[in-house]
Nanobody
Framework: QLRLVESGGGFVRPGGSLRLSCAAP????????LGWFRQAPGKGREGVSC?????????LYADSVKGRFTISRDNAKNMVYLEMNSLKPEDTGTYYC????????????????????WGQGTQVTVSS
């Protein structure tokens, strides 16, 4: 079900940065595990990062983005973010945020099958 709205994508040169945002009108995110996924053309959806709900002490990152990307949430604003630094051409793809409604709130998962609510995606293109 489409309940989330991503923004912040765009065109960036290698080495640049972008900050993706995810809003959830009508859906409270404060206790839900949240994730970011991406999909390159012709490829399956790949887990990028996730953060647990309550408590929000668990984060996971794909090896390909570890040290470059940072996931965070602002419960007061009902938002989740993905800060992307040192971007590479292989980071190109459509980025999606997702929320788990029915999983344990103190963990998160990089498996897309665990997520119940999704956004429409925002395009990130890294190219010179």
């Amino acid at each position: 079900q489409l309940r989330l709205v991503e923004s912040g994508g765009g065109f960036v040169r290698p080495g640049g940065s972008l900050r993706l945002s995810c809003a959830a009108p009508g859906l409270l995110l404060n206790s839900l595990p949240l994730g970011w996924f991406r999909q390159a053309p012709g490829k399956g959806r790949e887990g990028v990062s996730c953060i647990s709900g309550r408590p929000s002490t668990m984060t996971l990152y794909a090896d390909s983005v570890k040290g470059r990307f940072t996931i965070s949430r602002d419960n007061a604003k009902n938002m989740v973010y993905l800060e992307m630094n040192s971007l590479k051409p292989e980071d190109t793809g459509t980025y999606y945020c997702a929320a788990e409604m029915y999983q344990a709130p103190d963990v998160c998962s990089p498996d897309e099958r665990h997520y119940d609510f999704w956004g429409q995606g925002t395009q990130v293109t890294v190219s010179s």
